[in-house]
């Protein structure tokens, strides 16, 4: 069982920078994958980041450049950096931690609201 804890949403204005936190329960170098997904009122959760347990990171075409997530092992921490926000990255951001051994399990943070209005 991995527990996943979402902290750093809140309010920012356009052009501005939020960093979200999720701290996981256990040691994340354990879990396959671990990313960012957000998801808007009335659509679909989609993916935002992901990176790997060797450290490969991929991203969302309307996220690259802007974002960037990384993870700090002694702390079981991943970390998703975002700059240069726009008010369509408004959304519930949620954590989400994929671990593959003999079956898949797949676990979810409880969100975090990110809002970039003026």
């Known amino acids: 069982q991995v527990q996943l804890v979402e902290s750093g949403g809140g309010l920012v204005q356009p052009g501005g920078s939020l960093r979200l936190s999720c701290a996981a329960s256990v040691n994340i170098f354990s879990i396959t994958a671990m990313g960012w997904a957000r998801q808007v009122p009335g659509k679909q959760r989609e993916s935002v980041a992901t990176?790997?347990?060797?450290?490969?990171?991929n991203y969302a075409s309307s996220v690259k450049g802007r974002f960037t997530i990384s993870r700090d092992g002694a702390k079981n921490t991943v970390y998703l950096q975002m700059n240069s926000l726009k008010p369509e990255d408004t959304a519930v951001y949620y954590c989400?931690?994929?671990?593959?051994?003999?079956?898949?399990?797949?676990?979810w943070g409880q969100g975090t609201q990110v809002t970039v209005s003026s």
């Open positions: 989400r931690a994929i671990k593959v051994t003999q079956r898949t399990e797949d676990y």
């Open positions: 990176i790997s347990a060797s450290g490969g990171t």
